[in-house]
């Protein structure tokens, strides 16, 4: 179905072409259209365009008045103070549009794709091969989900690129403990858990890491593998992807947990670019862009230098011949431009790391890898912390584990669902799938109505909580609109647009219409917590409109079938914005 315009949209047209009637020199500026408690729109642009016409500004805007017309849409239209244009919109263009994009059949409510669509790489969920995942991960894998999807569903092709760590010296005495215990890693009772493959992995880490730090021969003999896995040794390479395997099936057991869709081909770790590490480092030095010092490949820029004053350098090789992040990632960026021909690279990194990825970018800038047509950037990310406010650890002062916190969530969940389970008629195993999905949600919301670059506490009371902004809140919005038009019985919802519709309804509708432009402009920005908001706005004002405006028992058959319409509009455009971030939203609840 063709996409719907919106009535903002509309309207800030036919403002336009006033404008330009009244002025002919203001063709094309911006009316600066706004929502407005002191009507359903305001704009503001006619003060700017009578400064620089010399013009009284409330003259202006009178005149701009006379030369609109559209009179399908708006209901009322007025000058205030200096120059303001109030505009209210007709009930029946609202009721309208919501019908036309109620219409669409495709679940996207009439919201049109983005005008210049193109490829983005998103470089998200990075974990490291036989290492438990932390809470620390969890930031990157969320969010890059719902910049994904959002990516997608506004036309974007997008290439989802997991950069995991998966290669390092610290091989080389995993490698060779392996080799001298080769039946650490078998999996004698067929296929294992997550939790086994990362209680494996964990054994063996901690069992050759003690042997490293007390045995001078193992220790010899390891960093002799950390050579021989570089080299390419076919036996060594065989050691090493058995970590990688073991690895993997820890990481899907984690990401399908948090609803999440990680696909094997998408898994792109470090080892992946090492054949064109020595490639990378000849282009940057043949073009002048890399320069040896003390032995060593580096970058050096003018605006970054040390406490000492001198200039910090992007080290591309080390001067024993090794290879550095630096390599890799500019490796990546080579592949990412010249063969998945992107335009864009999206990387959802820990902000920390932002003076890396800073150096790196423009490196390849230099280079000529990127430039104004094919650009890089940091989706940079703040850290999550305790309710003391302080980097969330575990009692013990560790890490907190990303599995145990999300166990632990589902555990809290379930409990509030169980608490409600006998009013709504839910059965075991649905207790048990709702308590998964509230779960999981209220971390990902947690973490998604937060400002991206944002630090947040990670409360699980506050999370799982049924009042204020959560997901839960959310989810048992949409919950109730489906109970209630399981109670509707034989009305169906149905728009009328000859009604009047009362001040909540105008409320909840006009918020209904600006779906769309929330979610063009979320995907364009990468600013997931912005869709959040809209959605948590648009619960808020669904529980005004409960308030004011009865729906089963509405003054006529109508008004309910209106009303019921309303409702269902909002839960399609609830569960739409909640799919968009990675949330399910039970019909029960």
Not at 302 to 325: A, H, M, T
């Amino acid at each position: 179905m063709a996409s719907v315009t919106s009535l903002s949209d509309s309207v800030q047209q036919h403002l336009a072409s006033a404008l330009s009637a009244t002025l002919p020199e203001a063709a094309g500026a911006d009316p600066l259209l706004r929502r407005s408690d002191r009507a359903d729109y305001q704009a503001n642009g006619v003060l700017a365009l009578a400064k620089k016409a010399k013009a009284n500004p409330r003259e202006l805007a009178t005149q701009v008045v006379a030369n609109l017309t559209a009179p399908e849409i708006i209901q009322d239209i007025e000058v205030s103070g200096p120059g303001f244009i109030n505009i209210t919109i007709a009930d029946r263009a609202i009721t309208e549009n919501l019908a036309a994009r109620y219409a669409d059949d495709t679940a996207r409510l009439g919201v049109p794709y983005a005008a210049n669509p193109g490829t983005t790489v998103v470089d998200y969920a990075q974990p490291n091969v036989a290492k438990e995942m932390h809470v620390g991960h969890l930031r990157s894998a969320v969010i890059g989900d719902a910049v994904v999807q959002l990516l997608e569903f506004t036309g974007e092709s997008v290439v989802r690129r997991h950069h995991i760590g998966d290669w390092g010296t610290q091989f080389g005495m995993l490698i060779q403990y392996l080799d001298e215990h080769p039946h650490e890693l078998d999996h004698k009772d067929g296929e294992i858990t997550g939790e086994q493959a990362m209680s494996n992995l964990d054994r063996l880490y901690k069992t050759a890491r003690k042997l490293f730090d007390s045995d001078e021969e193992f220790k010899t003999r390891a960093r002799r593998r950390v050579v021989d896995l570089q080299a390419g040794d076919p036996k060594t390479l065989a050691s090493w992807q058995k970590f990688v395997d073991e690895s993997k099936i820890y990481f899907f057991s984690v990401f399908e947990k948090l609803d999440m869709e990680v696909r094997d081909p998408d898994i792109v770790g470090e080892s992946g670019y090492n054949d064109m590490l020595h490639e990378t480092c000849r282009l940057l030095e043949e073009s002048g862009v890399a320069e040896r010092s003390e032995g060593a490949l580096c970058v050096f820029f003018d605006d970054i230098k040390g406490p000492d004053g001198n200039r910090v350098p992007l080290i591309v090789q080390k001067s024993d011949g090794g290879f550095g992040y630096a390599a890799t990632d500019l490796s990546a960026i080579r592949d990412r431009v010249f063969n998945l021909k992107a335009d864009t690279l999206l990387y959802v990194v820990d902000a920390r790391q932002s003076l890396h990825f800073k150096m790196v970018f423009e490196t390849a800038r230099r280079a000529g890898w990127l430039n104004d047509d094919i650009t890089a950037f940091q989706l940079a990310f703040g850290t999550v912390l305790g309710k003391d406010g302080k980097p969330f650890k575990t009692r013990e002062g560790e890490t907190v584990k990303l599995e145990d916190l999300l166990d632990e969530a589902v555990d809290r969940a379930t409990a509030v669902v169980r608490d409600k389970a006998e009013k709504v008629g839910l059965t075991e195993p649905e207790i048990v799938e709702n308590g998964r999905y509230v779960g999981i949600g209220a971390v990902k919301y947690a973490d998604l109505s937060t400002s991206a670059v944002r630090d947040y506490k990670f409360d699980l009371d506050q999370m799982v909580s049924l009042n204020g902004d959560t997901s839960v809140y959310l989810q048992y919005a949409y919950a109730r609109i489906q109970s209630i038009l399981r109670k509707a019985g034989t009305a169906t919802p149905q728009p009328h647009p000859e009604l009047e519709l009362a001040p909540a309804e105008r409320s909840l509708g006009l918020h209904l219409d600006q779906f769309a432009e929330t979610v063009l402009e979320v995907a364009a920005s990468y600013e997931p917590h912005k869709l959040a908001a809209y959605l948590y706005q648009l619960a808020s004002h669904l529980t005004t409109f409960y308030d004011q405006c009865p729906v089963l028992k509405a003054d006529t058959p109508a008004q309910q079938e209106n009303r019921l319409f309303l409702i269902d509009l909002t839960a399609r455009t609830l569960h739409q914005g909640m799919h968009l971030l990675g949330i399910r939203t039970p019909d029960k609840l």
